[in-house]
Nanobody, 112 residues
Framework: QVQLVESGGGLVQAGGSLRLSCAAD????????MAWYRQAPGKERELVAT???????NVADAVKGRFTISKDIHKNTLYLQMNSLKPEDTAIYYC??????RGQGTQVTVSS
């Protein structure tokens, strides 16, 4: 299984943007589905977005219209573009192979 490393988190004001990256140590070309999850303190892990092998994407209702998932199979990297961030988006964000490996996470904090 590929190992995944997230980056790009940080502190941002409400209304701002961040782009998260998830670098894999091997090819992601043939992976059936990859995803971004998040977990806020005291809350259960939440599925944010998924992208299938052929590029079909799904985004949770809570972030629809604000977040976009994408991937670059030549760079073996998964992305999450987050716009119009809200304080309730504050969480640790994880990338994962669906039913597979998961990264260590990157903290996103949105101040009001």
């Amino acid at each position: 299984q590929v190992q995944l490393v997230e980056s790009g988190g940080g502190l941002v004001q409400a209304g701002g943007s961040l782009r998260l990256s998830c670098a894999a140590d091997g090819s992601i070309r043939d992976i059936n589905a990859m995803a971004w999850y998040r977990q806020a303190p005291g809350k259960e892990r939440e599925l944010v977005a998924t992208i299938e092998r052929l590029g079909k994407t799904n985004v949770a209702d809570a972030v629809k219209g604000r977040f976009t998932i994408s991937k670059d199979i030549h760079k073996n990297t998964l992305y999450l573009q987050m716009n119009s961030l809200k304080p309730e988006d504050t969480a640790i964000y994880y990338c994962a192979v669906v039913r597979g490996s998961r990264g260590q996470g990157t903290q996103v904090t949105v101040s009001s």
